[in-house]
């Protein structure tokens, strides 16, 4: 979640201005809470009257580690645009008195007092709420208990948050522990369920915590207030996954607005916006939907997907895109040397079985934590060298050439019969765009941790990897790479185990990819 403010600024002058008039700017507001917590805010007022309706209103929510400034250029532009504009540091965080709660109950009551104080002290008419990251997760929750916050854009955000640092019951380490060690002045609960994840103690209420803490827990709420919804989030999120965004969307019954775009978390709104395309949307869905504006927007489509490193633009009617998919059956290797293979048939040959195993890391990876996934936003995607992958740590299925493009739009999706040797054994599974010359670039990945009470038992794991688009250029393979750890998750205690994989005609693997 934590962005440096240098690149919010540097991503917010890469954005129009067509001002109406200069608006006031009040630069220190301290606005104390239902508790007594001071907020420490800012105001954008504009200089022309407020109409009969009274103005629109904007608020907008840090990013986590960030404060009020934040988005100091795109408060500017709405209030030149007629917005009245708040902009505030959660508690916490920036000179907010407090303790960061991860958007819990304080926070969200905070949003309550913030719209009292804008509706005693101006005229305020339909209202809004934007923000990246932890302010994008803060819109959506807070819609959800105020029926006043007519739309919300939530950029990066989350509808999650189990699946956010527990992804297929693995923890995600990286970005789970990045986040701990930037909230200097937090509440205790937070170290503590983040220690109990970790350790895997009393998971129930760590899942509680999450879900108190997900929108998608009050999806009912929002639309039984009908708010119009915009939401934006980024293919190498491997924080806030789009998997779990594209279901939350997929609930929402009111207006509604979809995009995902290549890049990290965070990092593709706050640098270019997506060539300036989500915050540009980001106006005109509030133009829409709080200033009236025949813009449009409403009977565009209502998905807008950007192609990995190509950054082609497409917009499709709703998600999912596309009911097209190939499904390919996995087929054994014959030595570890060599992949096992993906065909259109079943195996039908005699009983089989391949093994894999933990201890080590492979070049089967997602590149290098935050940095890799930062600069796929700028078309460098993560290669592999598919010749260099241990076969003693890993195994490889590759398709048949493809005769031509494969659009790869959306989840795909695994079905997987293994047999581990311990009660806990976790797989990573990487899809790569394979070349003639053996280099694979990273389509798409999702980890999983398998836990059984009977080792050595066949059972059939079925694992929905992150959400994607990306282009397989004819004559190119799609290349499936598992391997059992990687530097993004926190990997079992004990890694000397062994994964079987069966081959009969009644242990059937596959892989199927949603494409156009």
Known sequence: MKTAPL???????????????????????????????????????????APAEGYPTVIFTNSW????????????????????????????????????????????????????????????????MAGISYGGGISLLSAAQDPRIDAVTALSGWADVVEALYPNETVNLVWGSLLVTTAF???????????????????????EFGAKRSAISYIDQLNENGTAVLVSNNFADYLFKPNSMTDFYSLLEGPKKLLLNPGTHAITETLSGNNGHIWSTSFRWFDHHLKGEDNGINREPKVDMTVRISNKLEHYDDYPVT????????????????????????????????????????????????????????GIPVYAPMMAINGYYAIEYKSPRQSETLKVRGAPKLEMWIEPS????????????????????????????VRTDEPGKKQKIELELFTTSYDVPAGHRVVMAIDTQGPVYKKPDNTNYTITVPYSSSKVSSLTVPHL
Do not use: C
């Open 422 to 449: 311990e009660k806990e054994v976790q797989l990573n599974v990487h899809l790569y765009d394979v070349n003639f010359f053996g280099l694979g670039r990273l389509i798409t990945h999702a980890p999983i941790t």
């Open 185 to 207: 002045d937090k509440e205790a609960e937070l170290e503590q369920i983040w220690s109990d994840l970790r350790s895997g103690q009393n998971l129930e209420q760590v899942i």
């Open 7 to 49: 690149l919010a600024l540097l991503g917010s002058a890469m954005m129009s201005a067509h001002a109406w008039s200069a608006p006031e700017y009040i630069s220190n507001l301290d606005i104390t809470s239902f508790d007594g917590t001071v907020l420490d805010a800012n105001l954008f007022v504009p200089e022309t009257p």
């Open 65 to 128: 580690g960030l404060e009020k400034r934040q988005y100091h250029f795109q408060a500017k532009e709405l209030a030149e645009n007629g917005y009245l504009v708040l902009s505030y540091s959660t508690r916490g965080f920036g000179h907010s008195d407090g303790l960061v709660d991860v958007a819990g109950e304080n926070s969200i009551a905070d949003v309550g007092v913030l719209i009292d104080w804008l509706e005693t002290n101006y005229s305020v008419g339909k209202l809004g």
């Open 323 to 378: 009911q097209e998919s190939t499904t390919w059956y996995l087929q054994p290797r014959f030595t570890m040397f060599n992949s096992g293979s993906m065909e259109s048939d079943k195996y039908d040959g005699w009983s089989w079985s391949n093994e894999f195993h933990g201890g080590w890391d492979t070049f089967a990876g997602t590149g290098i934590p935050l940095i890799s996934d930062a600069l796929e936003g700028f």
